[in-house]
C-alpha cells in the first residue's frame, strides 16, 4: 500500500509582540505650530549588521502635538534565541505628499533591544531621543510598551453612536466629533487603539461601523478594560474631549443581551455613548483558503523603456552579466520560484510595457510574441521569454503602467466565477518614473476591486517617490470621485538588497509581505468564504494517480473532494451563495 511522505516536525510559530509607543515632550520643530510627529521602527539586518533600510512599521501622523500617545501598534515576530535591534526614529512630519521618513524633518532615533524592553519592569522602557547632528539637544523622550499578542482569529463588529453631545462654541455650533477607544495594559496603563472617522456638526452623531481584530481590541482576554473617549475635532489638532465612558470590559459587552448604554463623564445626564450593535466572527485565514483550494496566479510585467540602456552595453540594466542575470531576472526569480508553489499549472502570463515591436509602440506585449497566448511554463520560462522579447523588441518608451494593470484586471475578471475564486499577483519591474500617473491610479481603484495585488519593483538608481504614493499604506487613492476599496499596492527599491541568497531572500518577504493581507481583504469584503480541504481518501486517491489529472488540475471527481461540512458556515442565505461566516448569536446583540 503506498504509503505518504512523511512530514518533517512542525516549526512553532514564534510568538508576536505589540509595541505601544508614546512621546513625551517632542522637540518643537515648526515656527507658527507645534511639531507633527510619526514614529518609524527600523530592524537591524542579522546578516549585514546594517539598519534595514525599510520600517517594519510605523505610526501614524499626530498633528500639532510634543506629547502624544500613538494609536497604531507595531507588531514583530518575537525570538528569545536572538539579539533583535530596534531603532525607534520619530519625524516631524512636513512633507505630507511624500510619506518617506527621509522626506520628513527628523527629531530624533532612539536605539535598544527587545530584550531590554521586554526585560524591563512592567515590559515598559523610557528612552531619550538623540540626533544624530545634535547629539546635547533635548529632543524628546520615546516610551515603549510590549505585550505578547495572543493568536485569536475572532473579529468585532461595532455600530457605535452618542447622544445629546452639547452644542459647544460661541455660536452654539453642533461638534464635529470622533471617539478613541483606550485598553489597559496589563500593568493597567491605558493606550489608545482605535480611533474613529470625524462625523460633522451631529449633536447626536451616528459613526460608521467599524470591525478591528480580538487581538487590537482586548488581546485575547475579554476581561481587560476598556474606555471609549469621545472628542471635538478640531482642525489645528487640538481636540477637545467632550466625554469618557466608565471603564468596561469585552466580556461585559458579551454577555449582554440588549443594547448598552455608558454616560460620558463630565457631560449631564442624557449624554450617553451607545454601542447598538456588535457582532463577533472568527475571520478564516490566509492559510484556510489556501487549504480550499483558491491559486495564486502570477502575472509578470517588465519595463522596455529606453532608458534602461542598450541591453549590449554593461551599463544597461537589461544587460546579461557573466553569470547569465541581471537585476530584472533576479527579482522575477526570487519573487516568483515562491509564487508558482501555489498556481496549479503553473502557467504566467509576461508582458512588456513601453516597447516598440513591429514598428509600433505598444505598452502592454506578450513577450513570447504570441498575443493570443502570452503564457509560458514556470518561472524559467518567464525568464526564457524576457531574453527572447530583448531580441525582438526595441527599447522605446514611455513609462505608462495602466495598460498592464488594465490587461490583468480582464484576466482576473475573466477568471471569476461564482465561488470558484482565483487570486491574482501582477508583480511589475521598472527602472523609471510613471508618466501616466493619473491613468494609472485609475487603473488601480478599479482593480481594487477585484482579486488582485500589485507588486512595483524599482530597478536601478531613478527617483521612486511617486512609487511611495501608489504604495497608499497612509492615505487611499482617490480620482473623479472613486476612493480605492483596499489597499493593493506595494513597492520595493531592489536597490535595497544586495547580490546573494540572503539579499534575494529578503527581497521576497519584502514584496510578498503584504499579499496575504490584501488577499484576505479581497476575500472578506466580497463575502467568500473557504472551501473545506480536500478529504484525505480523495488526495490519496491523486497521489495515486487512481484520479485522472491534467496540469495538475482534476478532470473528473468520483469521490467528493469536498464533501466533508464546510469549515465556515453563515447564520442564513442560499446554498452556494457567498456570505461571510458567524460566530453563533451568542457573541451577538444589537438594537431594533
Same mark, same amino acid.
Given at each position: 500500500?503506498?504509503? #505518504?511522505?512523511?512530514?518533517?516536525?512542525?516549526?512553532?510559530?514564534?510568538? =508576536?509582540?505589540?509595541?505601544?509607543?508614546k512621546?513625551?515632550?517632542?522637540?518643537?520643530?515648526?515656527?507658527?505650530? =507645534?511639531?507633527?510627529?510619526?514614529?518609524?521602527?527600523?530592524?537591524?539586518?542579522?546578516?549585514?549588521?546594517?539598519?534595514?533600510?525599510? #520600517?517594519?512599521?510605523?505610526?501614524?501622523?499626530?498633528?500639532?502635538?510634543?506629547?502624544?500617545?500613538?494609536?497604531?501598534?507595531?507588531?514583530?515576530?518575537?525570538?528569545?534565541?536572538?539579539?533583535?535591534?530596534?531603532?525607534?526614529?520619530?519625524?516631524?512630519?512636513?512633507?505630507?505628499?511624500?510619506?518617506?521618513?527621509?522626506? /520628513?524633518?527628523?527629531?530624533?532615533?532612539?536605539?535598544?533591544?527587545?530584550?531590554?524592553?521586554?526585560?524591563?519592569?512592567?515590559?515598559?522602557?523610557?528612552?531619550?531621543?538623540?540626533?544624530?547632528?545634535?547629539?546635547?539637544?533635548?529632543? &524628546?523622550?520615546?516610551?515603549?510598551?510590549?505585550?505578547? !499578542?495572543?493568536?485569536?482569529?475572532?473579529?468585532?463588529?461595532?455600530?457605535?453612536?452618542?447622544?445629546?453631545?452639547?452644542?459647544?462654541g460661541?455660536?452654539?455650533?453642533?461638534?464635529?466629533?470622533?471617539?478613541?477607544?483606550?485598553?489597559?495594559?496589563?500593568?493597567?496603563?491605558?493606550?489608545?487603539?482605535?480611533?474613529?472617522?470625524?462625523?460633522?456638526?451631529?449633536?447626536n452623531?451616528?459613526?460608521?461601523?467599524?470591525?478591528?481584530?480580538?487581538?487590537?481590541?482586548?488581546?485575547?482576554?475579554?476581561?481587560?478594560?476598556?474606555?471609549?473617549?469621545?472628542?471635538?475635532?478640531?482642525?489645528?489638532?487640538?481636540?477637545? @474631549?467632550?466625554?469618557?465612558?466608565?471603564?468596561?470590559?469585552?466580556?461585559?459587552?458579551?454577555?449582554? !443581551?440588549?443594547?448598552?448604554?455608558?454616560?460620558?463623564? #463630565?457631560?449631564?445626564?442624557?449624554?450617553?455613548?451607545?454601542?447598538r450593535r456588535?457582532?463577533?466572527?472568527?475571520?478564516?485565514s490566509?492559510?484556510?483558503?489556501?487549504?480550499?483550494?483558491?491559486?495564486?496566479?502570477?502575472?509578470?510585467?517588465?519595463?522596455?523603456?529606453?532608458?534602461?540602456?542598450?541591453?549590449?552595453?554593461? /551599463?544597461?540594466?537589461?544587460?546579461?552579466?557573466?553569470?547569465?542575470?541581471?537585476?530584472?531576472?533576479?527579482?522575477?526569480?526570487?519573487?516568483?520560484?515562491i509564487?508558482?508553489?501555489?498556481?496549479?499549472?503553473?502557467?504566467?502570463?509576461?508582458?512588456?510595457?513601453?516597447?516598440?515591436?513591429?514598428?509600433?509602440?505598444?505598452? %502592454?506585449?506578450?513577450?513570447?510574441?504570441?498575443p493570443?497566448?502570452?503564457?509560458?511554463?514556470?518561472?524559467?520560462?518567464?525568464?526564457?521569454?524576457?531574453?527572447?522579447?530583448?531580441?525582438? $523588441?526595441?527599447?522605446?518608451?514611455?513609462?505608462?503602467?495602466?495598460?498592464?494593470?488594465?490587461?490583468?484586471?480582464?484576466? %482576473?475578471?475573466?477568471?471569476?466565477?461564482?465561488q470558484?475564486?482565483?487570486?491574482?499577483?501582477?508583480?511589475?519591474?521598472?527602472?523609471?518614473?510613471? @508618466?501616466?500617473?493619473?491613468?494609472?491610479?485609475?487603473?488601480?481603484?478599479?482593480?481594487?476591486?477585484?482579486?488582485?495585488?500589485?507588486?512595483?519593483?524599482?530597478?536601478?538608481?531613478?527617483?521612486?517617490?511617486?512609487?511611495?504614493?501608489?504604495?497608499?499604506?497612509?492615505?487611499?487613492l482617490?480620482?473623479?470621485g472613486? @476612493?480605492?476599496?483596499?489597499?493593493?499596492v506595494?513597492?520595493?527599491?531592489?536597490?535595497?538588497?544586495?547580490?546573494?541568497?540572503?539579499?534575494?531572500?529578503?527581497?521576497?518577504?519584502?514584496?510578498?509581505?503584504?499579499?496575504?493581507? /490584501?488577499?484576505?481583504s479581497?476575500?472578506?469584503?466580497?463575502?467568500?468564504?473557504?472551501?473545506?480541504?480536500?478529504?484525505?481518501?480523495?488526495?490519496?486517491?491523486?497521489?495515486?494517480? $487512481?484520479?485522472?489529472?491534467?496540469?495538475?488540475?482534476l478532470?473528473?471527481?468520483?469521490?467528493?473532494?469536498?464533501?466533508?461540512?464546510?469549515?465556515?458556515?453563515?447564520?442564513?442565505?442560499?446554498? &452556494?451563495?457567498?456570505?461571510?461566516?458567524?460566530?453563533?448569536?451568542r457573541?451577538?446583540?444589537?438594537?431594533?
Amino acid at each position: 500500500m503506498h504509503q #505518504p511522505p512523511a512530514l518533517p516536525p512542525a516549526v512553532p510559530a514564534a510568538p =508576536k509582540l505589540e509595541f505601544k509607543i508614546k512621546c513625551r515632550d517632542l522637540a518643537d520643530l515648526d515656527i507658527l505650530s =507645534k511639531s507633527d510627529p510619526q514614529c518609524f521602527v527600523f530592524m537591524k539586518d542579522p546578516k549585514t549588521r546594517d539598519w534595514c533600510k525599510e #520600517p517594519i512599521g510605523k505610526t501614524e501622523m499626530v498633528l500639532n502635538k510634543l506629547s502624544c500617545d500613538f494609536v497604531t501598534s507595531i507588531i514583530i515576530d518575537y525570538r528569545f534565541e536572538s539579539i533583535q535591534h530596534l531603532r525607534f526614529t520619530v519625524v516631524d512630519v512636513d512633507n505630507m505628499n511624500n510619506p518617506s521618513w527621509t522626506a /520628513q524633518e527628523l527629531i530624533g532615533h532612539f536605539d535598544t533591544e527587545v530584550g531590554r524592553i521586554v526585560g524591563s519592569r512592567g515590559r515598559t522602557l523610557a528612552g531619550r531621543l538623540v540626533h544624530p547632528q545634535h547629539r546635547s539637544s533635548n529632543r &524628546g523622550t520615546i516610551i515603549v510598551s510590549a505585550e505578547e !499578542q495572543s493568536q485569536s482569529k475572532r473579529v468585532i463588529s461595532f455600530n457605535i453612536e452618542a447622544t445629546n453631545i452639547a452644542k459647544q462654541g460661541l455660536f452654539r455650533s453642533e461638534p464635529n466629533s470622533f471617539f478613541v477607544i483606550h485598553r489597559a495594559s496589563e500593568n493597567g496603563v491605558f493606550s489608545p487603539i482605535h480611533q474613529s472617522p470625524v462625523v460633522r456638526s451631529k449633536i447626536n452623531p451616528i459613526w460608521p461601523e467599524f470591525s478591528m481584530k480580538d487581538t487590537q481590541l482586548c488581546n485575547g482576554d475579554p476581561n481587560r478594560q476598556l474606555k471609549i473617549e469621545v472628542k471635538k475635532f478640531k482642525e489645528n489638532g487640538q481636540h477637545l @474631549t467632550i466625554g469618557i465612558t466608565p471603564v468596561f470590559t469585552f466580556q461585559e459587552l458579551l454577555d449582554s !443581551q440588549t443594547l448598552k448604554y455608558f454616560p460620558l463623564s #463630565p457631560m449631564p445626564a442624557g449624554t450617553n455613548l451607545l454601542i447598538r450593535r456588535m457582532i463577533v466572527t472568527e475571520a478564516p485565514s490566509f492559510l484556510d483558503y489556501l487549504a480550499g483550494g483558491v491559486p495564486l496566479n502570477l502575472v509578470v510585467a517588465v519595463d522596455f523603456t529606453q532608458s534602461n540602456g542598450d541591453p549590449r552595453s554593461p /551599463q544597461s540594466l537589461h544587460y546579461r552579466n557573466s553569470s547569465g542575470e541581471n537585476d530584472y531576472t533576479r527579482a522575477i526569480r526570487s519573487v516568483g520560484s515562491i509564487l508558482e508553489k501555489y498556481d496549479t499549472d503553473k502557467k504566467f502570463p509576461v508582458y512588456g510595457f513601453g516597447g516598440k515591436v513591429n514598428g509600433q509602440v505598444s505598452h %502592454c506585449f506578450a513577450l513570447n510574441g504570441n498575443p493570443q497566448y502570452p503564457e509560458v511554463d514556470g518561472v524559467d520560462g518567464i525568464l526564457g521569454a524576457y531574453w527572447h522579447a530583448l531580441q525582438f $523588441a526595441q527599447l522605446y518608451g514611455p513609462t505608462n503602467f495602466s495598460p498592464v494593470i488594465n490587461q490583468t484586471a480582464a484576466i %482576473c475578471n475573466q477568471h471569476r466565477s461564482g465561488q470558484a475564486e482565483e487570486y491574482y499577483v501582477l508583480l511589475i519591474l521598472t527602472d523609471g518614473v510613471i @508618466t501616466d500617473m493619473d491613468n494609472t491610479v485609475s487603473a488601480i481603484i478599479a482593480a481594487s476591486r477585484l482579486p488582485l495585488s500589485i507588486i512595483i519593483v524599482g530597478v536601478g538608481p531613478a527617483n521612486f517617490d511617486n512609487m511611495d504614493v501608489l504604495d497608499a499604506d497612509d492615505e487611499p487613492l482617490r480620482a473623479n470621485g472613486q @476612493t480605492m476599496a483596499r489597499d493593493i499596492v506595494q513597492f520595493v527599491p531592489f536597490r535595497d538588497y544586495p547580490p546573494g541568497p540572503f539579499g534575494e531572500e529578503a527581497l521576497a518577504e519584502a514584496v510578498l509581505a503584504e499579499v496575504p493581507g /490584501q488577499f484576505v481583504s479581497y476575500m472578506t469584503q466580497h463575502k467568500v468564504i473557504p472551501r473545506a480541504p480536500p478529504r484525505a481518501d480523495t488526495m490519496q486517491a491523486m497521489n495515486n494517480g $487512481a484520479l485522472p489529472i491534467s496540469n495538475g488540475k482534476l478532470l473528473s471527481n468520483p469521490v467528493p473532494v469536498y464533501g466533508a461540512p464546510p469549515m465556515y458556515t453563515q447564520e442564513a442565505g442560499p446554498s &452556494g451563495s457567498r456570505s461571510p461566516q458567524a460566530v453563533p448569536i451568542r457573541y451577538s446583540y444589537q438594537g431594533r
